[in-house]
C-alpha cells in the first residue's frame, strides 16, 4: 500500500514546478534607465520587497516540511498580515498631479516664500536628488486633494511638471490646521509676520475664545493675541519691503506700536521706503523702518529731516514712555507698566546723563 503524501506535497510540488517554470523563460530584456526614485516611494518599495521575500521563504520551508511545523506556520501568518497592513498603510503615499491639490487653509507664507535664492535652492534639490520628503493631503470629492503641509514642496513639483509625493491622511478641517500649525513649528524660516497672519485666519474661522483657541496650538494666550496684533501690520510696508519675513516680532511690534500712536507715521514711513527705492539690503530698509518709525530719521542730503512731534522710546522691546512734542516745550509719559521704582531710578539718573552728554 501507498503511504500517504506529507499534507504539503501538492504546496511543494506546486512551489518546484514553479521554479522550474521561471528557470527556462528568456532573461528579461534590461531596462532603459529610470530617473531617482523619491526616497520615501524606494523604502517602501524596498520594505514591500522585503515581506514578499520573506513569505515565498517560508511557503517554500513549509512546503518542503515532512510532518506539521507551527512555528513556521504562525511565522507565515503574522507576515502575511504585516504584508496586508503594510498595503493598507502604503496607499497613504501616492504621487498626485499638483493640478488636483487645492489649498483652501489659511495662507501660512508670504509672497516671497515662492521666489529668491531659498525656492531656487529647492527646486535645485528636488530636481537633482527627487522630493525626500512627502506632503500631507486629505481627499476630497471628485478625486481631488487638500494640502495641509507642504506648500513649497508642491509648488516645486507643478514648476518642474512632477508628480508630488504625498501622504494621504483622514483629516478633518480641526486636525488639518494642526499639521498646518506643527510643521510651521519645526520650520525654522518660517517669520512672525506669516504666523501672525495666520494666526489671524484661523481665529476667524474658528468658534471660542481666544485662550481656547491658543490652547489648542499649545501657546500663551497672551502669545496669542500679540500675533493678532501683529496681523494688522500694515500692507503698505510689507509691499515695500525687500524681504518682509526678516523683520522680527520685536521690530514689528516696535513698527506697530508707533503706527497705532500716531497716524502720521505711517506716511513718513512709506516716503522713506520709497526714497530709499528697491535693490537695497534687506536689513538697511529694516533699519530705515524702524528710525522713522521712532523718529530717529537721519538727515538727508536734501537737508534735515522734519522735526518729529511725538516719539516712542523702546528699549530691549519695551516701552519706556513716550515724548511729545507740546508747543516750545517736550513731555515726556512714562509708560503705565513701568514700576514706581523704576521711573524713580530713571528721573534719579537724568543729571548724571547730562553731564555725560555735556562732556561728549
Known sequence: MKAPGSRFGALAQAVRDRTAEA????????????PAQHRPAAALGLAAEGLRERIARLEAELASA????????????QARNLAARSGENGEEFLFVDPALVDDPLP??????????????????????????????????????FEIAAGRR??????????AVLARVRALDDAAMLRVQFSENERREDISAL?????????????????????????IDPSTFSLYLRLARFPSEII???????????????????AVEANEAILPRILEALEQQGRGVEAEEQINLLLRVAEGREMRSPAGAAP??????????????????????????????????????????????????????
Not at 528557470?23 to 529610470?34: D, G, I, R, S
Not at 489671524?200 to 489648542?216: F, M, N, S, T, Y
Request: with cysteine.
Open 23 to 34: 528557470a527556462t523563460q528568456p532573461a528579461p530584456p534590461p531596462e532603459a534607465e529610470k
Open 307 to 360: 522735526p518729529v512731534e511725538r516719539r516712542h522710546i523702546v528699549h530691549e522691546g519695551q516701552k519706556l514712555g513716550t515724548l511729545t512734542r507740546n508747543g516750545g516745550q517736550w513731555v515726556f509719559r512714562f509708560a503705565t507698566s513701568l514700576s514706581d521704582e523704576v521711573v524713580q531710578g530713571m528721573v534719579e539718573s537724568l543729571p548724571e546723563l547730562l553731564q555725560r552728554h555735556a562732556k561728549g
Open 239 to 257: 509691499e515695500r519691503l525687500e524681504d518682509p519675513r526678516r523683520l522680527s516680532m520685536l521690530r514689528a511690534r516696535r513698527v506697530m506700536e
Open 107 to 144: 495662507r501660512d507664507r508670504l509672497p516671497g516664500a515662492f521666489s529668491g535664492a531659498e525656492f531656487e535652492a529647492l527646486l535645485a534639490d528636488i530636481r537633482a536628488n527627487g522630493q525626500n520628503d512627502a506632503i500631507t493631503l486629505r481627499r476630497r470629492e471628485g478625486g481631488r
Open 66 to 77: 515532512t510532518t506539521a511545523n507551527q512555528g513556521l506556520e504562525r511565522q507565515l501568518s
Open 194 to 218: 506669516e504666523r501672525a497672519r495666520w494666526f489671524a485666519e484661523v481665529r476667524a474661522r474658528l468658534q471660542g475664545a481666544g485662550r481656547d483657541i491658543a490652547a489648542q496650538f499649545g
Open 153 to 162: 514642496r508642491l509648488e516645486v513639483c507643478r514648476h518642474l511638471g512632477l
